[in-house]
């Protein structure tokens, strides 16, 4: 299992970041995928699921309504559309594969939100 996190990066607040992750080594069009963040000196909070054809989706209440998880198959890739950032939103963020970001994971990718 390989994946690989990009699309972070510096962002002033009330701004908007899509981040992918590429994923290998595994059979993504029948995986659930998942995104979950970390800041620092806190656990990680999972964020997001999406089932293998994309048909049902499920965000954490901080989430909902701000951020999109979306996936195209053919590109073996998954994505977090993220509108409206807060500061609060810095954090290192994670896809995974499985429900609730518990499995494998990739390195991450730094969203930082500052004005």
């Known amino acids: 299992v390989q994946l690989v996190e990009s699309g972070g990066g510096l962002a002033q607040p009330g701004g908007s970041l899509r981040l992918s992750c590429a994923a290998s080594?595994?059979?993504?069009?029948?995986?659930?995928m998942s995104w979950a963040r970390q800041a620092p000196g806190k656990e990680l909070e999972w964020i997001a699921y999406?089932?293998?054809?994309?048909?049902?989706?499920h965000y954490a209440d901080f989430a909902d309504g701000r951020f999109t998880i979306s996936r195209d198959n053919a590109k073996n890739t998954a994505y977090l559309q993220m509108n409206n950032l807060k500061p609060e939103d810095t954090a290192v963020y994670y896809c995974?594969?499985?429900?609730?970001?518990?499995?494998?994971r990739g390195q991450g990718t730094q969203v930082t939100i500052s004005s």
């Open positions: 995974a594969k499985d429900w609730f970001a518990k499995g494998p």
């Open positions: 080594g595994f059979t993504f069009s029948t995986s659930v």
């Open positions: 999406i089932v293998d054809d994309g048909s049902i989706t």
